[in-house]
């Protein structure tokens, strides 16, 4: 079984989400490193979750730590392929540890990012699009496709069961980037929206 296109599961804070997405091929496992995050794991709870998971990169999200802070940090967790963060200057600076980088981005400051669209394919940075609307406007939808041309793009807004497999089919899309959630006790776990935008994803055998 594999998906139509690459998905990046943000967050991640327990071993049923990990196992679950695991066994649904998705290509990314994100943790949150940062210390005061709600969903921080620590270098303990990281081995925990992924000495489980096989065959799946893992990235490490941050907001606003500084990058001598995170490639400190990253020396407990070395199993991290992928660096996120939500500062462009502090993945520049990452750029050393040949390690792959994701830019968090509200979508609606995509505007912004058309003067730095050489800076980050030069290092070579996804963009990773995100928002708190549930649906993508036309504005939207012009300023993502424009950007779908020239980088790579984890779409994580505007995402549902009703359209995900259609979204899927943007030329160009890199892939999604989908929210994990909160256990509802251990190994009790909500499923149902995850759970249907990956089936929607499905390829048939």
Not at 74 to 89: F, M, Q, R
Not at 150 to 159: H, K, M, V
Not at 193 to 202: C, G, K, P, R, T
């Amino acid at each position: 079984m594999a998906l139509k296109t690459k998905v990046k599961i943000n967050r991640i804070t327990n071993l049923t989400d990990a196992r679950y997405c695991s066994g649904m091929y998705v290509d990314i496992l994100g943790f949150s490193l940062e210390e005061g995050s709600p969903h921080c794991i620590s270098p303990t709870q990281f081995q925990e979750i992924t000495g489980w998971i096989s065959g799946i990169d893992y990235a490490a999200e941050f907001s606003d730590l500084d990058a001598y802070s995170i490639e400190r940090l990253l020396a407990d967790y070395p199993s991290i392929t992928w660096i996120e963060s939500e500062d462009l200057d502090t993945l520049v600076q990452l750029a050393p540890l040949e390690k792959k980088l994701i830019y968090r981005v509200k979508i609606e400051a995509l505007d912004t990012l058309l003067p730095k669209i050489e800076l980050l394919r030069e290092h070579e940075i996804t963009l990773h699009v995100t928002s708190t609307n549930k649906f993508l406007t036309i504005d939207n939808e012009s300023i993502i496709n424009k950007l779908l041309n020239q980088l790579n793009i984890f779409l994580g807004a505007g995402i549902s069961p009703a359209n995900a497999n259609s979204l899927s089919e943007l030329p160009g899309l890199y892939g999604f980037a989908l929210d994990s959630g909160d256990e509802i006790k251990p190994g009790l776990r909500d499923f149902d929206q995850l759970a249907a935008i990956l089936e929607s994803l499905e390829l048939e055998d």
